[in-house]
Structures are given as C-alpha cells and as structure tokens.
Antibody, heavy 120, light 114 residues
Framework: QVQVVQSGSEVRKPGASVKVSCKAS????????INWVRQATGQGLQWMAW????????GFAQKFQGRITITMNTSISTAYMELSSLRSDDTAVYYC?????????????WGRGTLVTVSS | DIVMTQSPDSLAVSLGERATINCKSS????????????LAWYQKKPGQPPRLLIS???TRESGVPDRFSGSGSGTDFTLTISSLRAEDVAVYYC??????????FGQGTKLEIK
C-alpha cells in the first residue's frame, strides 16, 4: 500500500524543538520529493519545505529559514522535519506530502498529520 | 511570492445544486512553452489530510468523481461541483506550483449544505 506515515502528537514548551518523522512505504522513497505543509487551528495550508531524498537537496520557505532542519534516513525510507525555537503560533498540524512527479510541485500523497502543541 | 486568493470564503449550496469556487493568482500560472496551468485543487475534511482533486487546472485525479471539474487559465481559475452531495462538505484549497518555492495555497473556501 502506497502511504506515508507520520509520528504521533507532540507537546513542547516555547523555545524548545520538535522533530516529526514521515515514513514512506509502497513506493521508491528516493524517486519523489517530500514536502512539509502545516495548518494552524482555523487557518489555511502553509507550505514549509521540501527535500529530495535522492540528492539530499532541500529548500525552505523564507518564514522558516534558520529554524527548520530537514533530514532523511533513506535506509528506512523516512524523512524528518525539525522545527526549533518554537512559539505558540507554531501550534499546528504538520503534514508531510509527496510531490506527484519530478518537477511538478503538487502533492498526491499525504500523511495523516502530526499535531504539535506549543504551550507553557 | 505568488499570492492566491479564493472567493468566496464560505459557500452554502443545496444538495444537488452546483457549487462554484474561484481562485485568482497574483501572476499568470500559464507556462507558454507547454501551455499548461500550474494550478491544483485540494479537498480538506476535518481530521483528514488534504486530498488532491485536480492538477494542471483541469485534470481530475484518478478516483475523483466526475462531478468535480476545474477550469480557467492564466490568473483565474474555478472549481465546480456540478451536483452537490453531502460528502462534498469540506474546505477547498487551490495551490500554485508555477514558480520556485514557496508553493502557495489560497486561504480556503468552506463549502456547506444550505
């Protein structure tokens, strides 16, 4: 079954970091870029970052530059997104999403999301 | 960054009636070299991840009912649900993938039953 499975909910205090995982199965992990998109409560979808599991190339929305780190473990088909210096407005559901095809940045396969709550 | 603006923000339509959602981009999403519009539509239900409905402005994904259709070109796009069903209640988002990152979404349109 083609899917991406994310890690479970997290609670962090302001200033801390969180690391969310995204494990792919049912397809060749290195053939499709993984993207990270978040949705704060009552808000819309916000694209955050991408990583190419084959090359390791990555890119980030300017809003998250300096706070976001994307890593991978290709041996277990898993991508990770770490967000640091958390603030209350980082409380959101974080999704990983597969890019549909090389060069075409729409997203055909989504994880179920990871709720990250930032609260003191 | 390309700004995507949807209208209306919310919409109430009777079952069996047509629902129309608009999406406008701050610059053209049409690549002249291939005549493709780099615009996708997603459906988002509470507690579920977004579901890709349409890519290239008008190409329906496999398994998406044919009551969903996309149209438009350049900067103005439309998602139409020809005959609303109860299971179509959701928030709908457009997304541009024309430019280098960020790949921006519209603010969403909430579709409800009248």
């Amino acid at each position: 079954q083609v899917q991406v499975v994310q890690s479970g909910s997290e609670v962090r205090k302001p200033g801390a970091s969180v690391k969310v995982s995204c494990k792919a199965s049912g397809y060749t992990f290195t053939s499709y870029a993984i993207n990270w998109v978040r949705q704060a409560t009552g808000q819309g979808l916000q694209w955050m970052a991408w990583v190419n599991p084959y090359s390791g190339d990555a890119g980030f929305a300017q809003k998250f530059q300096g706070r976001i780190t994307i890593t991978m473990n290709t041996s277990i088909s898993t991508a990770y997104m770490e967000l640091s210096s958390l603030r209350s407005d980082d409380t959101a559901v974080y999704y990983c999403a597969r890019r549909a095809a090389a060069g075409y940045w729409y997203f055909d396969l989504w994880g179920r999301g990871t709720l990250v709550t930032v609260s003191s | 960054d390309i700004v995507m603006t949807q209208s209306p923000d919310s919409l109430a339509v009777s079952l069996g009636e047509r629902a129309t959602i608009n999406c406008k981009s701050s610059q053209s999403l049409l690549y002249s070299f291939n005549n493709n519009n780099y615009l996708a539509w997603y459906q988002k239900k509470p507690g579920q991840p977004p579901r890709l409905l349409i890519s290239w402005a008008s190409t329906r994904e496999s398994g998406v009912p044919d009551r969903f259709s996309g149209s438009g070109s350049g900067t103005d796009f439309t998602l139409t649900i020809s005959s609303l069903r109860a299971e179509d209640v959701a928030v709908y988002y457009c997304q541009q993938y024309y430019s280098t990152p960020p790949y921006t979404f519209g603010q969403g349109t909430k579709l409800e039953i009248k």
